[in-house]
């Protein structure tokens, strides 16, 4: 049997997203090895979590650094200490400087709750309703030096409903996001998606025209 792929994650908040993946793999359905949780907020909830599921724990003070450079390398060379195959990022709130981050390019993932390139950046589910969009969603896709701007590789749709407001929204879309990300990890882990540079996804060695929809909890063209 081969080894679990080893994953990283980044998180500011409070860690749902974390949480669906380590309830995946505790369910027997995501083969994966947890080798860090990493935060810049020392009163993250995902630490928390992280703490509980017996992973281990990284925070660092961006105030430390002498610059967002500087902070990112640090925390990249720590990240590939570890030997991480793939590093999540699930609600990790800080931009990413653009050359610390490019060796990682091909190997990170981003959850962002809309579908891209629908609303990059903050405010995604207010922006969504005050389009009048009739759909709302939730994206991963792989990191590169374009703030949101990565390669799509899988999205979740919801309708937006005549009563949802913005926290509301938020909130069903969040249970979508929670089956969104274990299902992205778990084709990784099978080795079926791959980063087809400069912009683009390939499922089983051939490039994929739009991202995958998120079925249930399966992945499907
Ligand atoms: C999620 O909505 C995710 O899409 C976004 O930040 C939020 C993180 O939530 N990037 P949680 O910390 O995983 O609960």
């Known amino acids: 049997m081969s080894s679990p792929l080893r994953i990283a994650v980044l998180a500011s908040g409070r860690g749902s997203n974390l949480q669906a993946l380590i309830a995946a793999r505790d369910t ?43 902070f990112d390398l640090d925390l990249f060379s720590r990240i590939e200490a570890t030997g991480a195959d793939l590093l999540v990022l699930a609600g990790y709130m800080r931009i990413l400087d653009g050359e610390a981050l ?30 009048g969009d009739a759909e709302h969603g939730a994206s991963v896709h792989y990191v590169t030096a374009e703030l949101d701007g990565g390669p799509v590789i899988a999205q979740a749709r919801i309708g937006i409903e005549a009563g949802d407001h913005e926290d509301l929204l938020a909130q069903r879309l969040l249970a979508y996001e929670h089956r969104l990300l274990p299902a992205v990890v778990r084709m990784i882990a099978a080795g079926r998606l791959a980063y087809a540079a400069p912009d683009g996804v390939a499922l089983d060695g051939e490039r994929l025209s739009s991202p995958l929809e998120l079925r249930g909890d399966e992945l499907v063209r």
């Not at 009163?43 to 281990?56: D, N, S, T, Y």
């Not at 981003?110 to 389009?131: D, F, Q, V």
């Open 28 to 70: 027997g359905k995501l083969p994966v090895e947890f080798v860090l949780v990493g935060s810049d907020k020392a009163q993250a909830g995902a630490l928390e979590l992280a703490e509980a599921a017996g992973i281990p724990r990284l925070v660092l003070n961006p105030k430390a650094y002498p610059s967002r450079r500087a």
């Open 102 to 131: 490019h060796p990682w390019v091909g190997r990170m993932i981003n959850i962002h709750p809309s579908l891209l390139p629908k609303y990059r950046g903050l405010h995604t589910h207010r922006r969504a309703l005050e389009a």
